[in-house]
């Protein structure tokens, strides 16, 4: 059984064929990160003009890198949200018109599902249940996981997602969109505890994240000071000690709430170097174990999504014919496979 993945939530172009047996053949994605630059953050009108242009020649040559047709494909599966909603659109589109002309079945999947399944993908995947931190840059999420389809959202951003702050600031301080992963390397030249910015939300109970307040000061902070290399790099080593930190503390109190030893993350913000590191060292004295995708799995892709659609499909979840997204969807109303 073959599946092909469609992803376009947001600013990538993703397709992929996951394979039952012989797991991942193909792994494309389009990124669309010079289409937004100037604007410093995504235009959503400009993401779905380009993927109505690129995801066709993209399905097409990710089929014929593999050498398959439409005859070789079971099943196709697509991100309805949550997401763009001009963006799901365009992919929603596709694959239920693909799957009409190929008479197959189209399954619709929920991106941070995707995500939360995403270290499936390498040899040494996570088994359930585990605690799941979904860091991107539309979402901050602690998940309880007991089973695929079965979570328990344990606690949330109630402002700003992680990825979301990272690129605000690194564009404050002079880097292009997305600024995210350069701001990581700039801190890495920071001196350590020349600024510190507070932890939020960590001082009360709960396990909900709060990142506004933050970045106001993180805002201010530059603002008042010197604008030279080494105190940006400074700010962006206390900002990225500060967001570490408290996604570490919160995902302790999560462990700790759930009786769990097993933490994944996932996410575009999950290929941060410095967390990873964090995480490891935190499980590591808990006796636990941490598990992250690849970096090419970390951020929006089609493989993910053709996974997840193979486990929908052998399942028998799928839906029928009706375009459909979800703009806002919670990942505790899905369907647990069986």
């Known amino acids: 059984m073959r599946v092909l993945g469609i992803e376009t939530s947001c600013d990538e172009t ?74 799901l659109l365009v992919g929603a589109t596709i694959a239920r018109t693909l799957a009409y002309a190929w008479k197959i079945p189209a399954i619709d999947i929920h991106h941070m599902e995707a995500h939360l399944l995403a270290p499936m993908l390498e040899k040494k995947a996570p088994e359930f249940p585990f605690v799941a931190l979904l860091v991107s840059g539309g979402h901050t999420q602690l998940v309880s996981a007991s089973h695929i389809g079965e979570y328990k959202i344990l606690g949330e951003s109630l402002d700003d997602a992680v990825g979301e702050v990272f690129d605000k600031i ?39 994240f709060s990142f506004s307040g933050l970045k106001t000061c993180v805002v201010n902070t530059i603002m008042f000071s010197a604008h030279d290399v080494q105190t940006y790099a400074d700010i962006a080593r206390a900002f990225e000690d500060a967001i570490i930190e408290t996604l570490g503390i919160k995902c302790r109190r999560a462990l700790e709430q759930t009786g769990l030893k097993c933490l994944v993350i996932s996410g575009g913000v999950s290929a941060n170097h410095a967390l990873r590191a964090y995480l490891l060292k935190m499980m590591y004295a808990l006796k636990g174990s941490l598990f992250y995708p690849r970096q090419e799995f970390c951020t929006d892709n089609g493989a993910m999504v053709a996974y997840t659609g193979l486990m929908r499909l052998k399942a028998g979840l799928f839906s029928d014919l009706s375009i459909l997204v979800r703009p806002r969807w919670s990942l505790e109303v899905l369907a647990r496979i069986k």
Request: net charge positive; aromatic share 8%; no cysteine.
């Open 14 to 87: 993703g397709v992929a064929i996951y394979d039952q047996y012989q797991g991942l053949l193909v792994n494309k994605v389009y990124s669309q990160n010079m289409l937004h630059a100037d604007y410093g953050g995504v235009v959503p009108e400009l993401a779905a003009r380009d993927h109505t242009r690129k995801i066709i020649p993209l399905i097409i040559s990710t089929l014929k890198q593999v050498h398959l047709e439409s005859k070789d494909i079971d099943g196709i599966a697509y991100t309805a949200g949550p997401g763009l909603i001009g963006s």
């Open 170 to 208: 690194a564009v404050l301080l002079g880097l292009k969109y997305p600024g995210g992963a350069v701001l990581s390397k700039m801190a890495r030249k920071g001196i350590s505890d020349r600024y510190v910015f507070p932890r939020p939300m960590t001082d009360r109970p709960g396990l909900n």
